[in-house]
């Protein structure tokens, strides 16, 4: 099967013959298939696709990246080999705080309409891509904290999640529900660690907030920013990587929104942003030791700052998302276009390889020897082995790795990628990689 791949998805091509197709003339070594290391078969790899659009993949769950594709090998046979990417698996982290329901920006509406909207929404568009999972979090005083509704990770997983993300609006009771944006990130990162799909892929928490945290020890002021930060570096020394995403009242009026000390507003959102991304997080400067005198601190069970600080001006610059509308229909787009380039970065450059045998049946494909034979073109356009914009072998030598530039492209775009490896790499059958599930 091959695969039209644009932004974030495919879409399903159309099927062409693979196989062990015979020459005329003899072989420059054994063209059978077996289980040992194979030799005189050059191995194809074709990656297809749209560099435009977002279209959502087949509906068997196998992610093919291209076409299956023959190449004349002079006196070689060849093997069409196929492209299978990784499967993401996201927990959507979305802050339910008061805030999010009430002026000056009600978000909670936008917000929902930008990822759960049966025809635009960025759920429905990418279930069958990405195993999404989704996590609302707030609290009630010190007491309750976090209270969390979940959906566990799954594809195709859009009724599940907008059962319950689609309930939450009517429980609102105009309570000040806080936003322990800790807490939440350390249990979100937990249950990713916990999860074992088949296979096993690249795990990410999207956290979506309008407001400075607080913690589940002091509520008052907005004061859980080591807390957060904290927490997502713990998550990304598990395996996790935190994405954010900034609306509303943590942008228009951060003081206004109860962060009185410390780094707030946008300088909160690099903060969080560096911590999840592994990057270095800026500290805080002369001006903010108050910080350290706050309750959030004073109250905390170690009595002192968590998370680990960079020198000062040595923070990092990952990307993060802001979106500082109002909380109206006017948002949506904005916000559909913000979750798109936050989940762009989810999509793997890593793609496992498979060959259809003369029997019909599929196979993967390990590489033994000589993988630096390799020729690729990612768009047309060469890419080296081993260069910092070209391809890697992957470690297990099962599949590819696009990196640099070829990989940023590929992952706001998707493309074109082909190669061939010639009849000197052998290489050996092994399992194929699972059916994402």
Known sequence: MSVTCGLLGCSTGKQT???????????????????????????????????SGLMVGPDDGM?????????????????????????????????????????????????????MDKTNGVVKQLQDTTRFGFTSYTGVGTTMCPILQKVPYALKNYDAIDKMYGGILATYNSQP??????????????????????PDGPKFILLVTDGAPDTCWSTNPQCGQDAAIKAAQDAYAKGVTTYVL????????????GCQVGRCGVDYLQDVANAGAGLPVEPYADTDMQYFYSSCIANSPTKALTAT??????????????????????????????????LVQTRSCTFAMTATLPTGTTTGVKITTNAEKGKFAYNGNPIGYNDPNGWTLSADQTGITLSGTSCDSWRTAG???????????????????????
């Not at 197709?21 to 050059?42: D, F, K, L």
């Not at 529900?177 to 088949?198: G, R």
Request: hydrophobic share 35%; proline share 10%.
């Open 415 to 437: 493309g074109n990628l082909t190669g061939s490896f010639p009849c000197e790499v052998t290489f050996d059958e092994v399992p194929p990689p699972p059916v994402p599930k």
């Open 17 to 51: 013959d693979g196989g062990l197709t015979p020459r005329p003339t003899g072989t420059a070594g054994s063209t059978t298939v077996g289980s040992g290391g194979q030799a005189g078969t050059p191995v194809v790899v074709t990656t297809g696709g749209s560099a």
């Open 177 to 198: 529900w806080e936003t322990p944006t800790h807490a939440a990130i350390d249990a979100a990162a937990a249950d990713l660690v916990a999860f074992k799909p088949t």
């Open 246 to 257: 900034g609306i509303g009242s943590v942008l228009a009026d951060p003081k206004a929104d």
């Open 63 to 115: 992610k093919d990246a291209g076409p299956d594709a023959n190449i004349d090998a002079g006196e070689c046979a060849t093997l069409s080999v196929q492209t299978v990417e990784l499967v993401a698996t996201v927990d959507l982290l979305v802050d339910t705080s008061g805030s999010m329901f009430k002026a000056p920006a009600p978000f909670w509406t936008p917000l929902y309409n930008a990822l």
């Open 309 to 342: 600080y960079a020198a000062t001006g040595g923070g990092g610059k990952a990307p993060y998302s802001t979106v500082s509308g109002s909380g109206t229909a006017a948002d949506v787009t904005p916000l559909v276009d913000a979750i798109k380039k936050a």
